[in-house]
T-cell receptor
Framework: AQKITQTQPGMFVQEKEAVTLDCTYD???????LFWYKQPSSGEMIFLIYQGSYDQQNATEGRYSLNFQKARKSANLVISASQLGDSAMYFC?????????????FGRGTSLIVHP | DVKVTQSSRYLVKRTGEKVFLECVQDMDHENMFWYRQDPGLGLRLIYFSYDVKMKEKGDIPEGYSVSREKKERFSLILESASTNQTSMYLC?????????????FGPGTRLTVT
């Protein structure tokens, strides 16, 4: 079974609108971390945002926020005020605690296209 | 600024050739990783290393080996390249085992085996 599921292979959004990219995860470990990365067409993966399983508040980094719903095991990325430069692949990743050797597992990614 | 560099952006090799992919990081990170990325499959871990001369298999180690003789350098070796190893290869590094640190990625090497 996949530990990280990204159900949207592709998403489209109008410039300046908000968009939510879905990520659900599967773990029985009480300690875990969730990451989102962006991969532009140039190929280099760029870290965006992190949420720890014990964090009480949703993480935010500029226009990026993570909608963390622990009971539902979801960690959706919200991008506000989309820009053309946000067009890229987006990957969700999870690091599990003692049982998972601290090695992140990645989802299959969501391709986001921002229209002008 | 953390920098992870990979020896080539594009590489074309023939079936049966021995292929070396080099990765260097300049931030004294303990952890280094090799992934392959294929459309629709995301990133799959090939090997990782927590320290010099230390290596651990990831999810898809078959057909690959690695070498880490110096802390800053992690090499991926395809002993006898095959066409099913045509892929994008990404190297990454991160500090310290046991903590929540993001990974820093190199620009990737797109390998084609003909």
């Amino acid at each position: 079974a996949q530990k990280i599921t990204q159900t949207q292979p592709g998403m489209f959004v109008q410039e300046k609108e908000a968009v939510t990219l879905d990520c659900t995860y599967d773990t029985s470990d009480p300690s875990y971390g969730l990451f989102w990365y962006k991969q532009p067409s140039s190929g280099e993966m760029i870290f965006l945002i992190y949420q720890g399983s014990y964090d009480q508040q949703n993480a935010t980094e500029g226009r990026y926020s993570l909608n963390f719903q622990k009971a539902r095991k979801s960690a959706n990325l919200v991008i506000s005020a989309s820009q053309l430069g946000d067009s890229a692949m987006y990957f969700c990743a999870m690091r599990e605690g003692q049982g998972g050797s601290y090695i992140p597992t990645f989802g299959r990614g969501t391709s986001l296209i921002v229209h002008p | 600024d953390v920098k992870v560099t990979q020896s080539s952006r594009y590489l074309v090799k023939r079936t049966g050739e021995k292929v070396f992919l080099e990765c260097v990081q300049d931030m004294d990170h303990e952890n280094m990783f090799w992934y392959r990325q294929d459309p629709g499959l995301g990133l799959r871990l090939i090997y990782f290393s927590y320290d010099v001369k230390m290596k651990e298999k990831g999810d898809i180690p078959e057909g690959y080996s690695v070498s880490r003789e110096k802390k800053e350098r992690f090499s991926l070796i395809l002993e006898s390249a095959s066409t099913n190893q045509t892929s994008m290869y990404l190297c990454a590094s991160s500090p310290y085992r046991g903590g929540d640190y993001e990974q820093y990625f190199g620009p990737g090497t797109r390998l084609t085996v003909t």
